[in-house]
């Protein structure tokens, strides 16, 4: 049931369970699933940390937001809450003394999920290991009473409702997409105030330092994504016209491998369905970047790109340690050169003793001046606009600012 | 008549204290070559070479070999040249293989320097008229107690060491080198930028080549478009003979483009087909079955039944330079550089391929990168043979890809094993049976069809029958038996000779399945029995020396007094390599993540007793060299393949262990048995290693992990089930 | 076109897009530095271009113009070894030794960068890099070995 949130000041407090709480086995496994899907791991473990104890920095404009310990430990995690305050953190973003939660902490998605999946995602979180670990400051300078006047504006809570105009698995990959996987988080642009822009759900965002592309109709793929196409990609982290996934979205895709296939042909199917254009416009759209990519390719290049790159990139992925043909790369056709920079630089690489394809780092092998040059090849292969100021994002990545 | 007068006839002499010579087997390689000049030749000016038929593999064998020679011939090791593997110029020792360089060529040498010594001492004598008591051997000289001294090039005239080896020699007591941790001769040139490998050889107009392998076993070559390639600035030449196609190019560079621009012109059949699940592919296969030990042991009395079955996938060697090899062919004899693990069973298989005369062919060994067992090198070693002679008087350099090394090496097998044991009411062993399932463990040349390039050729050769490696040694079975005294023990091996994918020997062999398997199995038994690991252990075991070197690392570990921490635990095994050669103990502790599976080894503490140590050093090195490759053996690796290929192609694909998973200790303590027979080390801690690591996982989680890799991924499924 | 190798300015004569692997190998016979994938996984072909550890199997000589290389041949002699090659040997950091200079020049590119480095720094920085006859733990001893020689300790 849809309903605004009501109320600027605190929440009222609600008292400790009474005693130790056991779980069925069944709904443990259940909610383990589900933080895969949600990645609460991600955002609540530092690198190096243990798991769920917290520590992880999340940079938002408005500072540092730290997440914090939801190990079930007494005193420092969330040890002795009830479903009641865990739901209701989740629900409506307020903790059990009644504190606002910071929006980072994407409630106005988590908001969606069933009493059912928020009852299992507590077994799984309260059958962790606890972990004594203080929770870090924040750096925000707004107070959290401001957050009531937030929610009221901008936080509608409530499970998810199913649209009858489409099936139970588009349902189900829309439950998944706006609930649990809070894409929005990351793909949608953002006000001011830091809360989603719901007319403009999913054209685009931010996430530490990396655009998160569009997913809906402006979607800046050459080769418009199909469910299958999204399916492989979240399934194995490369999808061959497109994108080989990197930067904070390699650890979701990692993260959803843990996810069963119906879930993940579920999310990949509704959010195939955000593009919008009529079938007509993508075939053409796809037809036009299979062409340039074509053309490119005869292209003899900067020598940068033929000495540095063309081994590996001009096989093409069907060949025997090839790799992405570089004209189809979602990265080169972004409205900023941030994420191919990091790309460059930093390589793509499976976690460390995990099996995937491997990119190697190119930073120090190539100076500022040559990847700059690079990039502006490299762009000028996609037909598009040129990024401006390349030399200037490729110096503020590489002296570390995000 | 007296040993004098012996010598002073001069002829052929042979010295001997006790029965006929003929008799009594010659120690090590010596029984096949016994003449002492195939060993140690001085030269007129004083100059010594030794021979050795085995190879430098980075194990240290030419300093220990240095070690033993001048020890006994009472030089310095820089007075001594010491020639390795080399087909026109040593004995022929087969293959450096098993950990058997010291039993075989160490023990040899160490018995021909000594006797050549005794042999120059009597020279001595005969000059300087005086009894050899009063001489002896200095820094390659013969010295009187009067002062009076002759060089040992001074000695030698005509064929002084050109006789017959005895069965026993008067060892130097004195021992300088042995026992000593000399510094590697080798290691300077490898940190400064020397020449060490063969892949660093450069012969003046070399050219460079490269092979275009077939994407998977069995693949023809349809169809290949190579106009465009031959037109290429700096190729000389493309040689396709059938489906084997190499090209040869002035320019390294200018080769591996043109292979690549080849492959993508190439067009492949690929009938064959790999199958998906290979254990059950494996137990379905028909097999030879031996009952290697216990054939009439009695059947398993009723009792509590302990059971469990263990798997192992195809792991690959990986050395981390590809292989290389130089060819040059000219007026019909080939001469091939090659870091072949056998030299002279390399010379008759290449023989066979190119169809010369084996005396045509001159085979000469050059460090290559690690070893590990049978990789590639013998295979491009007869790929720079085929090319070679496609260009006549020119040497050619054939470098593998790393792409082609991942899918074309010989694998370790793939295996299964099944142990089972009963428990009497007292909680004893009253019965323990053990099975191992797998292919053979070694598909050497020896014939020319077990080289890869003989696969593609138009007329091509085929593999030969594989036949297991009896015991002692075996293959798949070796290490099946197990050193504890079970009563009633059984063990039996099931040879599986069709191989669905290409295997040899991987370092180890089927000790390190068997050894996992078992070590996992004796702390199963242990738990049952109430009793703690290491007590059981040695309540099985009355060899003295593999007790010691259970208590030394168990003592070391401070196993008595460990106290279990979260998500910590410790683990323990031991193992005698092939129950012949060196005994190693192994504890350590680790530390689980059950939420990421992530498995970290804290310290690990090590005992190993080789025998006589002749570089303790070396001994430390080849130990902790096996503990940490078989970290990442067991942790993370496993050859992937789809219905048609190998699918990990490369270190994305196969990934191996880095410094992220490195120990934070690895402590090595050896046991130097002085007398004792050198017993081969480099193979000791392979199974071991991986048997205290599943056991350490399964007393910090209480999870018992029998597949491996034990993966991450593995260890987070079955934690979190 | 001219390279800085070693502090010595040569000629090459190799194509722009050649990797510094081959020129560095074939050309200039220096023969640390090793191929060993050409993918920039394992590390041993690592030389140091300004200070900067890089994959020569993977670097167009092209790129390289003007900056100053140095590899392995450049850190000492065998009858002068510099500090990193007189802790390799002193810790007999080698089993065949194929990955060392690899590893040597890693290690020199980060206690140039950072001398007083620790264990854990060290083992950090040489997580490019790739043995596989397990020397490990020697290696890590003699890079910490070589930090103390290069800040005067002995």
């Avoid at chain 2, 008759?348 to 290559?368: D, K, N, Q, T, Y």
């Avoid at chain 2, 050669?581 to 680790?590: D, K, Q, S, T, W």
Wanted: glycine residues 10%; neutral net charge.
């Amino acid at each position: 049931m849809l309903s605004g949130f009501s109320g600027c000041a605190a929440q009222r407090a609600i008292a400790p369970a009474a005693a130790p709480q056991t779980f069925p086995h069944e709904l443990i496994a259940k909610g383990a699933e589900l933080a895969h899907l949600g990645n609460c791991l991600g955002c609540h473990t530092a690198e190096g940390g243990k798991p769920y104890a917290g520590g992880t920095p999340i940079q938002t404009p408005f500072g540092t937001v730290y997440g914090t310990n939801i190990t079930p430990d007494a005193d420092t995690g969330i040890g002795g809450w009830p479903l009641e305050a865990f739901t209701r953190a989740m629900r409506e973003g307020v903790d059990r003394s009644g504190r606002h939660l910071y929006p980072a902490f994407p409630y106005d998605h988590f908001t969606k999920a069933t009493d059912d999946d928020i009852a299992a995602l507590f077994a799984f979180i309260m059958t962790r290991e606890p972990v004594k670990q203080e929770n870090r400051r924040n750096t925000v300078p707004i107070p959290r009473t401001f957050l009531g006047f937030w929610k009221s504006r901008y936080l509608k809570t409530g499970v998810y409702r199913p649209d009858a105009g489409h099936d139970a698995q588009w349902n189900r990959g829309a439950y998944l997409v706006q609930g649990l996987g809070h894409c929005g988080a990351c793909h949608t642009p953002r006000n001011k105030l830091g809360a989603e822009k719901h007319d403009s759900a999913f054209a685009g965002g931010e996430a530490e330092g990396w655009h998160a592309p569009a997913l809906n109709a402006a979607s800046p793929s050459p080769v418009p994504w199909t469910p299958e196409a999204l399916h492989t990609y979240l399934r194995t982290g490369i999808a061959d016209l497109h994108a080989a996934t990197a930067g904070p979205m390699a650890e979701v895709v990692h993260d959803l491998s843990q996810a069963s296939d119906a879930d993940i042909a579920a999310i990949a199917r509704y959010i195939a369905s955000l593009d919008t254009r009529s079938e007509a416009d993508r075939a053409r759209a796809r037809d036009a970047a299979l062409e340039r990519a074509r053309s490119a390719l005869a292209m003899r290049g900067q020598a940068v790109y033929d000495g540095a790159c063309a081994d590996c990139h001009n096989r093409g992925r069907a060949e025997q340690g090839g790799a992405l043909p570089l004209p189809l790369g979602t990265a080169l056709t972004m409205p900023t050169p941030r994420n191919l920079i990091q790309i460059i630089r930093d390589g793509i690489v499976p976690p460390d003793g995990e099996r995937g394809a491997w990119m190697p780092a190119f930073k120090g092998m190539l100076t500022d001046e040559q990847l700059t040059d690079l990039l502006s090849y490299l762009r000028a292969l996609t037909g598009q606009p040129a990024w401006t100021d390349v030399a200037g994002e490729v110096r503020k990545i590489s002296r570390g600012d995000q | 008549m007296n040993r004098r007068e012996f010598i002073a006839t001069g002829g052929a002499l042979i010295v001997s204290f006790a029965l006929p010579a003929r008799a009594q087997k010659l120690p090590g390689s010596l029984e096949k070559d016994p003449l002492l000049d195939s060993w140690i030749r001085v030269a007129a000016d004083g100059r010594i070479t030794v021979f050795t038929g085995k190879a430098e593999l980075g194990q240290g064998l030419k300093t220990a070999i240095l070690q033993i020679a001048a020890d006994q011939l009472a030089v310095d090791m820089k007075a001594i040249e010491l020639v390795t593997a080399d087909t026109a110029l040593t004995p022929n020792e087969g293959y450096t293989a098993g950990s058997n360089s010291m039993k075989d060529s160490g023990t040899a040498i160490l018995n021909a320097a000594a006797q050549a010594r005794e042999i120059l001492l009597a020279q001595a004598a005969k000059r300087l008229d005086l009894p050899v008591e009063k001489l002896s051997a200095q820094d390659g000289q013969i010295v009187a107690a009067d002062g009076r001294r002759i060089g040992y090039g001074a000695l030698v005239q005509g064929q002084l060491l050109h006789v017959r080896a005895a069965p026993e020699s008067r060892l130097r007591r004195e021992r300088n080198l042995i026992g000593k941790p000399v510094p590697r001769v080798d290691i300077p040139a490898k940190v400064t930028g020397g020449a060490a490998y063969v892949h660093d050889l450069r012969l003046p107009d070399m050219v460079h080549a490269r092979i275009v392998r077939p994407p998977g076993y069995g693949a023809k070559l349809r169809s290949l478009d190579d106009k465009p390639v031959a037109n290429m600035a700096g190729v000389i030449k493309i040689v396709r003979d059938g489906s084997f196609l190499g090209v040869i190019a002035a320019r390294e560079w200018t080769a591996v483009q043109a292979m690549r621009a080849l492959r993508a012109r190439a067009a492949w059949d690929e009938p064959r087909k790999l199958p998906r699940d290979i254990y059950a592919t494996l137990a379905a296969l028909p097999s030879q079955d031996t009952v290697i030990a216990g054939a009439d042991a009695p059947a398993l009395q009723n009792g509590r039944v302990i059971e469990a079955g263990y798997t192992r996938p195809y792991q690959i060697h990986g050395a981390i330079g590809p292989a290389c090899a130089v060819a040059r062919y000219e007026n019909g004899a080939l001469t091939i550089w090659t870091h072949s693990q056998g030299v002279y069973p390399l010379r008759g298989a290449v023989a066979e391929l190119m169809g010369m005369p084996p005396e045509r062919i001159h085979c000469i060994h050059m460090e290559g990168s690690g070893c590990y067992g049978h990789n590639a090198a013998d295979d491009v070693a007869a790929d720079a043979a085929l090319l070679a002679r496609a260009l006549p008087g020119t040497p050619v350099r054939v470098q593998w890809m790393r792409e082609d090394e991942h899918a074309w090496e010989p694998f370790g097998p793939a295996m299964l094993s099944k142990a089972r044991a009963v428990l009497d009411a007292a909680g004893n062993v009253s019965g323990f049976q053990y099975e191992v399932w797998s292919n053979t463990h070694s598909s050497r040349p020896g014939k020319a069809g077990e080289l890869a390039a003989a696969w593609s050729l138009e007329k091509p050769f085929q593999p030969s029958p594989p036949r297991p490696i009896p015991q002692p040694e075996g293959g798949g079975d070796r290490n099946a038996i197990p050193l504890y005294k079970f009563p009633a023990t059984h063990v039996t091996h099931h040879f599986i000779p069709e191989m669905p994918l290409r295997v040899s020997a991987l370092r180890g062999l089927g000790a390190y399945m068997n050894i996992f398997s078992i070590e996992s199995f004796v702390d199963e038994l242990a738990a049952a029995a109430k009793a703690d690991p290491v007590d059981f252990r040695l309540r099985h075991l009355d060899d003295p020396r593999a007790r010691a070197v259970i208590e030394f690392a168990a003592e070391r570990f401070g196993w008595r007094t460990y106290a279990k921490r979260n998500g910590n635990g410790r683990g323990f095994a031991f193992a005698r390599y092939k129950n012949l050669a060196a005994y190693a103990a192994i504890a350590m502790e680790v530390a689980v993540e059950r939420d990421t599976g992530e498995l970290r080894v804290l310290r690990v503490v090590a005992a190993v007793d080789s025998g006589e140590a002749v570089n303790p050093d070396g001994i430390r090195n080849q130990i902790e060299g096996g503990i940490l490759q078989s970290l990442s053996w067991t942790t993370f690796e496993a050859v992937m393949h789809d219905d048609r290929r190998i699918t990990s192609r490369d270190w994305g694909t196969y990934p191996i262990l880095r410094f992220s998973h490195v120990p934070q200790t690895v402590e090595v303590h050896v046991i130097d048995r002085p007398g004792e027979h050198f017993l081969g080390t480099g193979e000791a801690a392979q199974g071991p290693t991986a048997g205290a690591l599943a056991n350490a996982l399964a007393h910090a989680t209480g999870v018992r992990v029998r597949d491996l890799p034990l993966s991450a991924r593995r260890l987070k499924q079955v934690l979190s089930a | 076109m001219k390279l800085d190798v070693n502090g010595l300015v040569v000629d090459v004569t190799a194509e722009p897009t050649t990797p510094l692997l081959y020129v560095l190998r074939d050309e200039l016979g220096l023969n640390a530095a090793k191929f060993g994938c050409g993918l920039g996984q394992c590390g041993a072909c690592t030389v140091l271009a300004d200070g900067e550890a890089i994959f020569s199997c993977l670097t167009p000589i092209s790129v390289l113009e003007g900056r100053r290389i140095r590899t392995v041949e450049g850190l000492g002699t065998a009858q002068k070894p510099g500090p990193m090659q007189r802790a390799f040997i002193d810790m007999q950091a080698a089993q065949c030794g194929y990955c060392i200079p690899g590893m040597m020049v890693r290690a020199q590119a980060l206690l140039e960068r950072k001398p007083d480095a620790s264990e854990a720094d060290i083992r950090g920085a040489l997580q490019p890099n790739l043995c596989r006859c397990g020397t490990h733990m020697r290696i890590v001893r003699a890079a910490v070995r070589a930090g103390e020689l290069m800040r005067g300790k002995s």
